[in-house]
């Protein structure tokens, strides 16, 4: 059972909640003014590991026919038989059913807008069969973490989730164009639509570029809207310089750190900024 346990959380990539999940805690925090309490925190966890494992699981499924292709995800569980596709469409029944379970624990706007988060989460695995700006729509997805958070504490749509909603999606867009400067002659290649397949990586490392520009205002703008105090504005500047960095490791002819771009710089930003929330709300609300 540990073996099968640890093949689900490789195909999921578990590891990648840290992108997520402290946003989705920022919205809590920010919505409640400070500590929500631990069974709100503990509830919103639960649909959010859910929600994302089933994405990356219907991801995997409807990918299969790309990634046995791929020299890249040739290892990926799915592809190698550690899992099967029967399992898998198990597992996607389950994790949704205990993401609308969490959210009908939330509160009634959470229940009645989950299976619309389902619906979008799902959708993007499809984008880049027909369109190229599915980076977007993937950083849509993550940008409703916040979003989520918020409304998971107080069910009305404000303006400071809205601009962490913004930020988050072009945070996720400008990283996602640079993951996918790996795989733009695959794409091509294969009729798949990516910025970099169809515009070429220097158009996407200028695109992922003016994204994150992007980020850091909206970023700003929400701690501004939200009114938050010092720890948050100087945590913003900090992210700002941290996605300076980010496109300093990545160039035409080097893409030998999009790994430690992707995986530990965005992870220190995430948390970075959940953090600030946290402690800006606890020093000066």
Same mark, same amino acid.
């Given at each position: 059972?540990?073996?099968?346990?640890?093949?689900?959380?490789?195909?999921?990539?578990?590891?990648?909640?840290?992108?997520?999940?402290?946003?989705?805690?920022?919205?809590?925090?920010?919505?409640?003014?400070?500590?929500?309490?631990?069974?709100?925190?503990?509830?919103?966890?639960?649909?959010?590991?859910?929600?994302?494992?089933?994405?990356?699981?219907?991801?995997?499924?409807?990918?299969?026919?790309?990634?046995?292709?791929?020299?890249?995800?040739?290892?990926?569980?799915?592809?190698?038989?550690?899992?099967?596709?029967?399992?898998?469409?198990?597992?996607?029944?389950?994790?949704?059913?205990?993401?609308?379970?969490?959210?009908?624990?939330?509160?009634?706007?959470?229940?009645?807008?989950?299976?619309?988060?389902?619906?979008?989460?799902?959708?993007?695995?499809?984008?880049?069969?027909?369109?190229?700006?599915?980076?977007?729509?993937?950083?849509?997805?993550?940008?409703?973490?916040?979003?989520?958070?918020? =409304?998971?504490?107080?069910?009305?749509?404000?303006?400071?989730? +809205? #601009? &962490? $909603? *913004?930020? !988050?999606?072009?945070?996720? /867009?400008?990283?996602?164009?640079?993951?996918?400067?790996?795989?733009?002659?695959?794409?091509?290649?294969?009729?798949?639509?990516?910025?970099?397949?169809?515009?070429?990586?220097?158009?996407?490392?200028?695109?992922?570029?003016?994204?994150?520009?992007?980020?850091?205002?909206?970023?700003?703008?929400?701690?501004?809207?939200?009114?938050?105090?010092?720890?948050?504005?100087?945590?913003?500047?900090?992210?700002?310089?941290?996605?300076?960095?980010?496109?300093?490791?990545?160039?035409?002819?080097?893409?030998?750190?999009?790994? =430690?771009?992707?995986?530990?710089?965005?992870?220190?930003?995430? +948390? #970075? &900024? $959940? *953090?600030? !929330?946290?402690?800006?709300? /606890?020093?000066?609300?």
């Amino acid at each position: 059972m540990l073996k099968s346990l640890i093949v689900i959380c490789r195909m999921v990539k578990i590891e990648h909640s840290v992108f997520a999940l402290p946003f989705a805690f920022a919205g809590a925090f920010l919505a409640a003014r400070g500590w929500p309490g631990l069974w709100p925190l503990l509830v919103l966890t639960v649909a959010m590991v859910a929600v994302r494992s089933f994405a990356m699981g219907f991801n995997r499924l409807v990918d299969l026919d790309i990634d046995r292709d791929n020299p890249r995800t040739q290892d990926r569980p799915l592809v190698t038989g550690e899992l099967s596709r029967g399992f898998t469409m198990v597992f996607l029944a389950a994790m949704a059913a205990i993401f609308v379970g969490a959210c009908a624990l939330m509160n009634p706007l959470c229940l009645l807008l989950s299976p619309v988060a389902l619906v979008w989460s799902a959708f993007y695995s499809v984008c880049k069969r027909f369109t190229k700006w599915c980076h977007f729509v993937l950083g849509s997805v993550l940008g409703l973490a916040p979003v989520a958070g918020w =409304l998971s504490i107080e069910p009305v749509l404000t303006l400071p989730a +809205v #601009l &962490l $909603f *913004f930020g !988050v999606t072009f945070w996720v /867009a400008g990283f996602d164009l640079l993951y996918a400067c790996q795989d733009r002659r695959f794409d091509r290649e294969r009729g798949l639509h990516s910025i970099p397949a169809r515009l070429g990586m220097k158009a996407a490392l200028g695109i992922s570029t003016l994204s994150h520009l992007v980020t850091g205002i909206f970023f700003i703008l929400a701690g501004w809207a939200a009114n938050l105090g010092p720890v948050y504005m100087v945590a913003s500047l900090v992210i700002a310089a941290i996605l300076l960095v980010e496109h300093r490791l990545i160039s035409e002819d080097d893409m030998n750190r999009v790994n =430690l771009a992707f995986f530990t710089l965005n992870g220190v930003i995430s +948390v #970075l &900024l $959940f *953090f600030a !929330v946290a402690l800006d709300l /606890a020093l000066y609300a």
